[in-house]
């Protein structure tokens, strides 16, 4: 590749993360609803022809922010998880550790599980950052347990029922401790 190339696809890849970047701060302050190509135009100070020429419309603009949701995710577990390295302590780490992630990013929150993306879980076509944030959870489980995935994916769910349900108020936030007892007796018992 020559150097004027490699410069090109720098410069390509910075436009890239900044459209990304802009969108979810955009998000943060007032809401996916105000994420518009017009908007983010504006903000990163590029035509909306440019925007295009690296997403498709909204929709994989928010797909990009999940992605590196993703990423953050699977760092912010995995430190989680090391902090407390003996089994039962680890589970309870990674899920306070997802549901503070969940509390305090909304907007990135959203963007990862509750708008529409194209983003294929638990697939050949599953992002790295996706399985990573994954793979911290599960890690939580012994290695040689076939169903440790499985119960990664009922420790998940209810974890992503506790953050929607608490972040909308249909359930109380001084009871999340009691819950996490309730959901790690229910999997320790499992195992």
Known sequence: MSVISERRARERAHRHQLIITAARE????????????????ERVEYSQPVLYSHFNGKDAIVS??????????????????????????????????????????????????????????????????????????????????????LFAEVVWSALHGMAVLSDSGRIPPEGQEERLDILIAGIAGAE
């Open 26 to 41: 955009l998000a943060e302050a007032e809401g996916w609803e105000a994420v518009t190509t017009r908007r983010l135009a």
């Open 64 to 149: 990009a922010v999940a992605v590196d949701g993703f990423g953050e995710l699977a760092a912010h577990l995995s430190r989680a998880r090391q902090a407390a390295p003996e089994p039962g302590g680890a589970l309870r780490a990674v899920c306070r550790a997802y549901l503070a992630f969940a509390t305090e990013r909304p907007a990135l929150y959203q963007a990862m599980f509750m708008l529409p993306t194209d983003l294929k879980f638990a697939s050949a076509e599953t992002p790295p950052p996706l399985r990573a944030a994954f793979d911290a959870l599960a890690d939580c489980f012994p290695p040689d347990d076939e169903r440790r995935e």
